[in-house]
């Protein structure tokens, strides 16, 4: 009788709790079928808002088209006022039926630098579907601009759309420290909230809200105004010794970087036209940091013990490196954000062959260098979040070099200087490139490709004379020069 009782009160008590979930569901949808009903009108009968390439962080002034007809009004070319940043570029006005338009947008790694386009990642791609298909008339247009941030990209992405474009390439991340942006005004939400915004995004009301806002926030706000012409920090007198740490401007930076990424996806998403993203690589191994600065609140006697066994370490040499650990690493426990002495302590752990905690000190020195001319990990994260989350195909051209170099360490085997890739790098980028469009079913893979593509190289390379090669050993010393503050790049 007890145990008939027990299971009574039991079924009664789970009957309740049960009522209670139900109660509470039902008050949930009681409260949220306004928002319900104003989602499905608004999905229903309102069209996706536009997308809004405005910048809220910053304006150009005297900005001219990237492209202008010619004189026969036969093809479009690079402006001229537009050449001291590009190289010239030329495609027909009249697109012909068996053409296939390819854009290529970032900074001076598309360029093809320290050489120029004709070793470029763009040129490989273009001799790759030659030898896929050599009936099409493969339209590969190099817009790798000197020193260009995605912020500045973004208004040549909307120029190019009205070009009949079939496909868009789009690799940046390196330069969006080398003008003086300011994030003065920027209240950073947290990380939480900023999620729960990009989530959001997927409703229609709550989008057009956000258009509506966003662009009065545009218009009211206070932004930086940039010229033309780029004009970098490191180009002005004692341009190194400006940089400081700043967390605002990291911050802002990071953030305005992911919303320009997200801004030219969203546009080639509207317009119809594909787009594949390029994850950059960076010299871990064989780039020291560019500027170094002790922690902002350290004290004198610190910084003086930090020097001191940074100095202790150096005397030994490299015969003995466990030696040289010690005090670097006490050296760090004092400072953790000097980048210069982080470095060190990954040369010394690459040198014995400690790969996995040689990759760690490195990339905490790359984070930690003050004059950020590599691309930062949230950067990177910010490209492979924007690749999963809006399903763009990736090239992770850091990948693949890293699972190509020992140790998984990128160095000079695939770069040239801090960010560079070498003629190798740019063919490898090409090949993957390739085989994204060849799983999208623009260019199927013949048979013979890897014997013809290798020819169609072959007398590529030929083509190409001494003269092409020093100037590009040339120009790489003065961008390395550059880099470290000491003279103007061109």
């Not at 030659?130 to 973004?154: F, K």
């Not at 191994?285 to 004198?300: G, I, N, R, T, Y």
Request: charged content about 25%.
């Amino acid at each position: 009788m007890e145990t008939g009782q027990f299971i009574r009160r039991n079924v009664r008590g789970r009957r309740m709790r049960l009522r209670i979930i139900a109660f509470h569901l039902a008050a949930v949808l009681v409260v949220l079928s306004p928002l319900l009903v104003v989602e499905a009108v608004t999905r229903l009968c309102v069209p996706a808002p536009p997308v809004d390439p405005e910048d809220p962080y910053v304006s150009f002034t005297g900005l001219h088209p990237l492209f202008t007809l010619n004189a026969a009004g036969t093809h479009f070319e690079t402006a001229e006022e537009r050449l001291a940043a590009f190289r010239r570029q030329s495609f027909a006005a009249v697109k012909g039926s068996r053409a296939f338009r390819i854009f290529c947008l970032g900074g001076s790694t598309v360029q093809g630098r320290p050489y120029s386009v004709e070793t470029s990642l763009t040129t490989w791609l273009q001799l790759n579907l030659r030898a896929a298909q050599p009936e099409m008339d493969w339209e590969v247009i190099n817009c790798g601009g000197i020193s260009y941030a995605g912020y500045r990209l973004v208004p040549i992405l909307e120029e190019l759309l009205r070009y009949q474009p079939d496909l868009f390439i789009i690799c940046t991340g390196h330069n969006e420290f080398l003008e003086d942006v300011s994030y003065g005004r920027l209240k950073r939400a947290p990380r939480v909230l900023i999620r729960l915004h990009r989530l959001l995004l997927n409703l229609r009301s709550y989008s057009l809200a956000d258009h509506w806002l966003s662009d009065r926030r545009v218009r009211h706000s206070r932004r930086t105004v940039l010229s033309a012409d780029v004009r970098t920090k490191l180009d002005m007198e004692k341009g190194l010794q400006s940089y400081r740490r700043d967390t605002v401007r990291r911050g802002g930076t990071i953030e305005h970087f992911r919303r320009n990424l997200e801004t030219m996806v969203r546009m080639c998403r509207e317009a119809r036209v594909p787009i594949i993203l390029v994850n950059p690589v960076s010299n871990l191994k064989d780039c020291p940091p560019f500027k170094s600065e002790f922690q902002a609140d350290l004290p004198q006697e610190q910084r003086q013990r930090v020097t001191d066994l940074i100095e202790q370490a150096r005397a030994l040499g490299w015969t003995d490196i466990y030696g040289k650990i010690g005090p670097l690493e006490q050296a760090a426990a004092i400072d953790d954000r000097h980048a210069a002495l982080l470095y060190q302590i990954g040369v010394c752990y690459e040198r014995l062959g400690r790969f996995s905690e040689a990759k760690q000190w490195f990339l905490k020195a790359k984070e930690e260098d003050v004059c950020p001319l590599r691309m930062l990990e949230p950067m990177h994260d910010a490209v492979l979040d924007i690749a999963v989350g809006k399903r763009v195909p990736l090239v992770d051209a850091r990948s693949l070099m890293e699972e190509r170099t020992p140790g998984g360490i990128p160095g000079e085997e695939w770069l040239l200087d801090h960010v560079h890739p070498s003629i190798e790098g740019h063919q490898l980028i090409a090949d993957e490139l390739y085989g994204i469009m060849e799983r999208m079913k623009i260019a199927p893979r013949p048979d013979n490709w890897r014997a013809v593509r290798d020819e169609l190289r072959r007398r590529h390379l030929g083509s190409l004379n001494e003269a092409y090669y020093a100037h590009g050993a040339e120009q790489l010393k003065r961008l390395n020069e550059w880099a470290r503050g000491r003279i103007p790049s061109e």
